[in-house]
Each structure stands twice: as C-alpha cells, then as structure tokens.
C-alpha cells in the first residue's frame, strides 16, 4: 500500500502549468472546457482524486475510479484549427516517456490510432481533445483530457483494460507520480512540436505503433473498412492499404486490431 502522506500529497508541477487541483468532478474536460472559454491562461491544468461522469471518444464512459489519474490541460498554441488533432499523438508520447520513467522496462507501451496508449497490449489510457476555433479557422483553444489506469481497470472493454500495477508496476507508484511525470514530458515535447513540428513526434509515435504494417480493421460511419495499416501522414492521417492496392487516409474512425471484438 501506498503510504498515506504519499497518497495525499501535492503534485509538484514546472512552472509552465497552473494547476487546478479538485477532489471530485464530473470530468475534469468538462471543468477545463467553461476554464478556456472563460480565458484561463495556457498551461492550465486541471487535475481531479475522482471523476464521477468521465467520458471518451464519442461520449463512451469512462471508469473512473478513485487512484487512477484524470487530468485536462489547456493549450493555446498558435496554429490551424486542423492542426489540433497533433496534440493526441504529443500526448500519447508523453505519456509513454511518463509511463517508462515510473514503471519497470518489462512493461511495454505502445499506441494505438488514434489517442490509446496500452501496456503489453492492454489498454490502460486513454485521450480526448476538444477544441474551439475561431472565425478564420484557427484554435482558439484546445483541452488534451488524459485518464490513466493506474491502481485499476474496468474488466468490461472492447479492448482488453489494464494498469500499472498489475502490469507490474510497484504499488508505491501513484496518481501524483504519472502526473508529475507526465507534467515534464508533455511540456518537453509540446516545446519539440513548436520548434521542429510534427515530424519528430510522427517518429516516436510510430517507432511503438500497434499494429503498424499488420492487417487492421476500421469502422466508419457508414462502411467498414479492411487492409494494412501502413503509414502515419504528416497530419496524423491514418494510412490503409487495401486488398487492391488502393489506399485510404483515414482522419477519424475505430480501428479494430486483430482478435478485439
């Protein structure tokens, strides 16, 4: 067991961010979301002990429960509104780095397409960017909402759920330490964003890419699609092979990997 005070304590954050800390919300994207439309700085983040109605992609719940991390940050880049989808991939590196730093090397953290990150193949978080833009189509702001299994996981998933600790990470490892942890990649690779782009991101996303060069299955609105996934384009797009040689870029869907159901 964690000890208390370790438990309790405040995280301790760079400078950069202004921490909003709650012991219990609804979802700390819903919290950051009235936050940035009120004009809250860049940098804040907000960070709640409990959630009591999380979601996800496309309003999917969210198990939320007590000793996992749920965290929100505003960012006011200065970009397209279509360049905001980039922060789920800047996001899912910083987490993985976050992750390494806490946990035992045997624990291997890949990423799925677009915006879960899984240890030895489970998925153990997740992330959701909503955003504003403004009249001439650039972001006026964007929340990046990051849930992360920690202490445990739901047992009902499309994907086979996991968490830190019962993939092998020591019990002492709590919420603070991945926030704490996360707090000093994701600023580290928010800065390699705005000085070099997104190429250097592309390229640590897909060095631990699932399913990359593997058959995959991706559910659109209205059709299903089957092929390779081959690629990862300079936006973020998807690239599919198909059985014809035809290829697709995929912008949004649910990709199937092999097995999940």
Not at 62 to 74: D, P, Q, V
Not at 195 to 223: M, S, T
């Amino acid at each position: 067991m964690i000890p208390e005070p370790d438990r309790n304590r405040a995280p301790h954050l760079p400078p950069a961010y202004r921490l909003v800390a709650l012991e219990e919300v609804d979802s700390t994207n819903s919290v950051a979301k009235r936050l940035a439309a009120e004009g809250a700085e860049d940098g804040t983040l907000v960070w709640a002990r409990r959630q009591t109605g999380g979601y996800g992609r496309q309003g999917r719940d969210w198990a939320s429960a007590s000793g996992n991390l749920f965290l929100s940050l505003i960012v006011r880049p200065d970009c397209p509104l279509s360049a905001a989808a980039q922060f789920s991939f800047i996001a899912a590196v910083a987490l993985g780095d976050a992750i390494g730093s806490v946990a035992p090397p045997l624990i291997e953290v890949t990423f799925k397409w677009p915006n879960d990150v899984l240890l030895n193949g489970r998925k153990a978080a997740g992330i959701l960017l909503e955003s504003k833009g403004d009249a001439g189509q650039n972001l006026e702001w964007l929340v990046i909402g990051v849930g992360a299994n920690i202490s445990s996981y739901p047992s009902e998933t499309r994907l086979p759920a996991t968490s830190l600790h019962f993939e092998g990470a020591p019990p002492s490892v709590s919420a603070v330490d991945l926030l704490e942890a996360f707090g000093r990649h994701m600023l580290s690779w928010i800065n390699i964003w705005l000085d070099d782009g997104f190429g250097p991101v592309r390229h640590a996303w897909l060095r631990h890419a699932q399913g990359l060069k593997e058959q995959i299955e991706v559910r659109l609105p209205n059709e299903t699609l089957q092929g390779t996934f081959t690629d990862l384009e300079g936006d973020g797009t998807l690239l599919l092979t198909l059985a014809d040689g035809s290829t697709r870029r995929i912008a949004a869907g649910d990709v199937y990997l092999p097995g999940e159901g």
